[in-house]
């Protein structure tokens, strides 16, 4: 599997991955808020996020009608269908397109699942890798506590109930998530993964990601016809000055 | 029909079954002890015809049968529907919303039926979704491991009808041309007619290729139903039989 920027393709991909409640959300939203601002192209994808597919996805969920197997073919019609629809056609016209979850979601939960981990590869590799990809390492409680302050309970497939680890929602999910990262470490260097500390400070993790992606992209070339680049120093997508900016930011944290 | 005497129902000898590639997380195939039979072959080559006469049969001489087909799942087939009146799905998305409908067939009606010792009749089978896709240019390796979740049927039977028989067929059924049947989205013509006929000869050959690495039997469907069916039975019994 080649990046996009590998396979000549004029825009970028950005990933973020990690576990559910890591943050990696809300990182990826504040990510695009200053790339906008900035006048660049930009596209935001989700993971399970199809219209087409979305119906079936959520019918299949709601009443536990999902094997790993559909489960993950379910999934891949998903992400196939954005892929083809929406991030190769606005990658070929040089958008930079960030994704919340992308191929590694299903290498990591599909195999915890129990499908084969050549199978699972093999049905994603009509796709491209990502330029960039994030991966928010939080520890399990952190990870716990935030998705139970915004709802009273874990879902379901969230928790890996399906997989009969424990009747109790709370253990399952700390048994399914372990494995998770399990699966996502193990990944890491293969697909060069950025990881970044989730149990930090929101705001100093956007920094180091703001700097990061100034410093590995090229973002002069993302700007938009509409959208000149401002005259004076002040533009961020100078890698001077996005350093500066996050460094700034880190000293208002600390 | 000659049904045998109730005396003389056949119990069906074990045979060793393998899934085509990975196959589907904790399946013990030892205790897959019915047999899969699968029936395929294009829109109007007869495929539903014989199959209802081979339950009629099956069943005659003791057998419990079960039937599936594509876009019958309970998981995806009215989104797949809805998705294909519109025309809007991308061919790697298409193809694997036809392979989660499988998957969920596979699972929640073949895999329990054979369990149970069930004969399940299967109105085409992962090899129509293969040659659509290979038509259309897709990977045929991607398609194979894709397709690896497969159990191995017992046998395949193609029927084999020529393109211009299956026109008059589907004109005496509908009188129209079914637009996928035809290949339209394909461009292989704008005249529905050609992209049919056209499409029909290349599905054929697709078929014939996938007929080397998976060995099934083409049946000449141009013959009497009762003639084709006397055929499949014949070896059917044989499959029954353990031989």
């Known amino acids: ?254 | 029909m000659r049904r045998p005497a109730q005396n003389h129902i056949v119990v069906p000898r074990r045979t060793p079954r393998r899934f085509y590639g990975h196959g589907i997380p904790k399946v013990e195939l030892e205790r897959l002890a019915g047999r899969l039979i699968v029936v395929e072959g294009a829109d109007g080559s007869g495929r539903s015809t014989q199959i209802a006469m081979l339950v009629e049969w099956l069943e005659g001489c003791g057998h419990a049968t079960t039937q599936v087909g594509l876009k019958r799942s309970t998981l995806v087939s009215e989104e797949l529907a809805r998705a294909q009146q519109g025309n809007i799905l991308s061919r790697t998305t298409l193809s694997l919303f036809y392979a989660t409908d499988f998957a969920d067939q596979l699972e929640n009606i073949i895999l329990p039926a054979l369990k149970a010792g069930f004969v399940v009749l299967a109105d085409r089978y992962i090899y129509t979704l293969m040659v659509r896709d290979m038509v259309r240019g897709m990977d045929e390796a991607w398609l194979k491991n894709l397709y690896g979740i497969a159990l191995e049927p017992d046998a395949v039977f193609y029927l084999n009808v020529d393109p211009e028989e299956l026109v008059q067929r589907s004109f005496a059924k509908n009188a129209a041309l079914d637009y996928w049947e035809s290949g339209m989205d394909l461009g292989l013509s704008r005249d529905m007619f050609d992209s049919f006929m056209q499409y029909q000869i290349l599905m054929e050959k697709a078929f014939r290729r996938l007929q080397v690495t998976y060995g099934f039997t083409i049946v000449d469907g141009m013959r009497s139903a009762e003639e084709i069916n006397q055929e499949l039975r014949k070896k059917i019994g044989a499959v029954l039989a353990g031989k």
Not at chain 1, 186 to 204: C, G, H, P, R, W
Not at chain 1, 207 to 218: F, G, H, T
């Open chain 1, 1 to 254: 599997m080649k990046t996009f920027s590998e396979s000549n393709f004029p825009g970028r991909l950005i990933a973020v991955e990690g576990l559910d409640g890591s943050g990696k959300s809300t990182q990826i939203y504040l990510l695009k808020r200053w790339l906008e601002l900035e006048g660049l192209k930009v596209y935001f994808s989700e993971w399970n996020s199809s219209e087409l597919v979305k119906a079936a996805t959520s019918k299949g969920k709601k009443r536990e009608l999902l094997t790993p197997t559909t489960f993950s073919l379910i999934h891949a019609t998903d992400f196939a269908d954005r892929y083809e629809r929406h991030l190769v056609p606005l990658l070929r016209a040089g958008y930079l397109v960030l994704c919340d979850r992308y191929v590694f979601t299903a290498f990591a939960r599909d195999v915890v699942r129990g499908c084969p981990p050549e199978w699972v590869r093999g049905l994603y590799d009509f796709a491209a890798l990502p330029d960039l990809t994030f991966f928010f390492k939080a520890d399990l409680e952190v990870s716990l506590q935030r998705i139970l302050d915004g709802r009273p309970q874990l879902k379901y497939f969230e928790a890996g109930m399906d997989l009969r680890l424990s009747t109790d929602p709370y253990e399952s999910f700390r048994i399914f998530q372990g494995r998770m990262i399990e699966q996502y470490l193990a990944m890491s260097t293969e697909f060069n993964f950025l990881v970044i500390d989730a149990n930090q400070l929101v705001e100093k993790q956007q920094a180091l990601i703001r700097e990061l992606v100034a410093q590995k992209l090229d973002l002069e070339k993302f700007r938009r016809a509409d959208r000149p680049r401002p005259r004076g120093g002040s533009s961020a997508t100078r890698t001077g000055s996005a350093l500066s900016r996050a460094l700034k930011v880190e000293e208002t944290v600390e």
